[in-house]
C-alpha cells in the first residue's frame, strides 16, 4: 500500500511544515502483541449496563507486550513536556532541514520514537500488519494516508494516486478491519481555489441573490450564527480556468468515492480550518448526495464542535439530509485549530468562532453526541465519535445502552488516534462498541507535519495522556509484582 504510494511522493516543501505547526488536529493502536489476546467479540450479545471500566488494568492493556507498554508511555510523557515540542518544531522549521546529513539524523531519531508510536507504518508491509494486530484484539483501523495541503494540480493527481492505492488495499486485509479510509479536500484540492470557493459560498449566505453557476446541489453550509468574517467584501467570480481546475478536483472526489463504494469501505472526509471548511462541506455534501444510497452512508463529513455554530449546522444538515432521503454519516470531534482560528477572528476584529470555555466546547460535543445517537436510532445515518475525553465517552455510552446496542452497534463507531487514549479506546472495547484507530501512514518526511500535530496536540490533551501513563504505570506494577510472586514461587 504505502510502499507505492511513497515512490511517487516527492520530498515534502518546507512550507509545509510552517502550516502544520499551527494546526492542531483533534480528530489513532498501540504497539500490539498476539499473547494474551481476549476472545473475538461478539457484538450481539451485550452487557445490560455500560462497562467502559478503567480499574482494570490486565483487561486494558493485556494484549500488550511490557515493552510496548514501557515504550507506549515514555512516548507520551516526553509528548506531553512543551519544551521538548518547542524544540521539536524549531527543528523541523530551521535550516537545518536543508542540510542532508542533518535532515537524516533527525528523520533516524524521529522514526525511532515518535513515529514508531504514532502512526502505521512507512510500507504495505508495516501498515498490514498493523491493522492485522489490532484486528486481533478487536480494534479496527481509520486509514490515513497522512498527505498535507496541495498547492498546484500535479500535486493533486499525486495524492489522489496516494488515496486510490489506500482504498484499493483495503481489499487485502481482512474484513471489516479497515473501518474508514480518510481524506482531505485540501490535498486534492488546490488550496487557493479552496480559499476562493468558501469566499463566494460565504458571500452567497449574506446575498442569497448572487448567482453561483458551478455550484452542484448540497446540504446547507452555514446556519445563521456562522461565521461570515472571513470574507469583508464581494469576491469576484471564478475564472474560467478556476471553474475548470474546481471541475477536475470535484472529478477527483468523485474518483475517491466512487472506489470506497467498489471496495465497499467508507469515507471520512476531514474538517480543517474556518477559512476554507465552506468549500470543503460543499465537496462532502454534495459527494454524500450522489454516494450515500440505500440506508448506507459512504461518504462522512467532519462536524468540530468546538465552534460555536456546530450544534446548529448538525440540525440544519440532518434536516435537509432527510427531506431529500439521504443517509447522513458525520465525524464529529472537539476541534483542530483553535489557537489560529482565534489569532484570525481577532485580527479581524471579530469575536472567536470557538466556544468561550472548554466546559462549553464539552456540552457541545455531548449534546451533538446525543443526537447523533437519536438520529441512527431512528434512521439510516452513522456517526463516528472520535473523542479522547473519557467522560464524553462514558455519557455516550450511557446512552447508546438507554437507546439499545443492538439499534446502533452497525451505524455507530467510536475513534481515537493511534497512539492516544488507549484505555478509552479499550475500555470503550471491552463494553461492547466497535472502536477505531485513526492511523496516519507513510515515510517520515511525509508524515512529520502529522506528527508536529500530535505533539501539539499531546500538550493540549494532557487529561487523556495523563489517564493513559498513570494506568500504564498501574499495569507496570501490576506485572512487577506478578513477576517477583512467581519467582517467589519457584524459589
Keep these: 500500500m504505502a510502499r507505492s504510494i511513497l515512490s511517487t ?16 488536529l483533534n480528530t489513532a493502536a498501540a504497539f500490539t502483541s498476539a499473547a494474551s489476546t481476549p476472545p473475538p467479540l461478539n457484538l450481539a450479545v451485550s452487557p445490560a449496563a455500560p462497562t467502559v471500566d478503567f ?13 510496548e507498554v514501557l515504550h507506549a508511555a515514555a512516548s507520551l510523557h516526553v509528548a506531553a513536556v512543551g519544551p521538548v515540542v518547542d524544540v521539536g518544531m524549531w527543528v523541523m522549521n530551521s535550516k537545518l532541514m536543508d542540510v542532508e546529513l542533518a535532515r537524516d539524523i533527525i528523520f533516524g531519531t524521529v522514526r525511532h520514537s515518535f513515529y514508531r508510536h504514532f502512526c502505521a507504518g512507512e510500507d504495505d508491509t508495516a501498515v498490514g500488519k498493523t491493522v492485522r494486530r489490532l484486528h486481533n484484539v478487536g480494534l479496527r483501523s481509520m486509514l490515513d494516508y497522512a498527505i498535507e495541503y496541495a498547492n498546484d494540480e500535479e500535486s493533486c493527481d499525486r495524492n489522489l494516486r496516494g488515496f486510490l492505492r489506500t482504498i484499493e488495499a483495503t481489499r487485502a486485509l481482512p474484513p471489516g478491519s479497515a473501518s474508514f479510509v480518510v481524506a482531505k ?22 446575498d442569497p441573490c448572487l448567482n453561483l453557476p458551478w455550484k452542484l446541489k448540497t446540504f446547507p453550509i452555514f446556519s ?59 465537496f462532502t455534501y454534495s459527494a454524500a448526495i450522489i454516494h450515500n444510497k440505500d440506508h448506507n452512508p459512504i461518504v462522512y463529513g467532519t462536524l468540530q464542535a468546538y465552534l460555536k455554530d456546530a450544534k446548529d449546522r448538525l440540525l440544519l ?56 445517537l437519536d438520529n ?112 517467589r514461587r519457584a524459589f
Design 9 to 24: 511522493q516527492s520530498k515534502i516543501p518546507k512550507n509545509v511544515f510552517f502550516y502544520a505547526s499551527n494546526r492542531l
Design 185 to 206: 479536500v485540501s490535498a486534492i484540492c488546490p488550496l487557493r481555489l479552496l480559499e476562493r470557493v468558501s469566499d463566494l459560498l460565504r458571500w452567497q449566505q449574506k
Design 317 to 372: 444538515v440532518t434536516k435537509e439530509a432527510n427531506k431529500m432521503r439521504v443517509p447522513l454519516g458525520i465525524k464529529l470531534v472537539r476541534g483542530a485549530y483553535m489557537s489560529s482560528e482565534s489569532k484570525l477572528a481577532s485580527s479581524l476584529g471579530f469575536e472567536s468562532p470557538i466556544h468561550n470555555s472548554i466546559h462549553d466546547t464539552h456540552a457541545c460535543y455531548n449534546s451533538c453526541a446525543s443526537f447523533l
Design 376 to 487: 441512527i436510532a431512528a434512521g439510516s445515518s452513522g456517526a463516528i465519535l472520535a473523542t479522547h475525553n473519557v467522560e464524553s465517552g462514558k455519557l455516550v455510552a450511557k446512552k447508546a445502552y438507554e437507546i439499545g446496542i443492538e439499534k446502533l452497534k452497525e451505524k455507530l463507531e467510536f475513534a481515537q488516534l493511534y497512539g492516544m487514549s488507549e484505555a478509552l479506546s479499550y475500555g470503550l472495547r471491552n463494553a461492547g462498541f466497535q472502536v477505531s484507530k485513526y492511523m496516519p501512514f507513510g515515510g517520515v518526511d511525509m508524515v512529520m507535519p502529522y506528527l508536529l500535530r500530535r505533539a501539539e496536540e499531546n500538550r493540549g490533551l494532557l487529561s487523556a495522556s495523563n489517564l493513559d501513563r498513570q494506568l500504564m504505570r498501574k499495569e507496570l506494577g501490576r506485572r512487577m509484582k506478578e513477576y517477583l510472586r512467581g519467582e
Design 55 to 67: 480499574s482494570d488494568t490486565k483487561a486494558l492493556f493485556g494484549s500488550l507486550s511490557t515493552l
Design 224 to 282: 445563521e450564527s456562522s461565521p461570515l468574517y472571513h470574507t469583508l467584501q464581494q469576491p469576484n467570480p471564478l475564472t474560467n480556468e478556476e471553474q475548470k481546475s474546481l471541475q477536475i478536483s470535484h472529478q477527483r472526489l468523485m474518483k475517491i468515492c466512487q472506489s470506497c463504494v467498489d471496495a465497499n469501505v467508507p469515507l471520512a472526509i476531514d474538517a480543517e480550518h474556518t477559512k476554507i471548511q465552506p468549500a470543503i462541506d460543499y
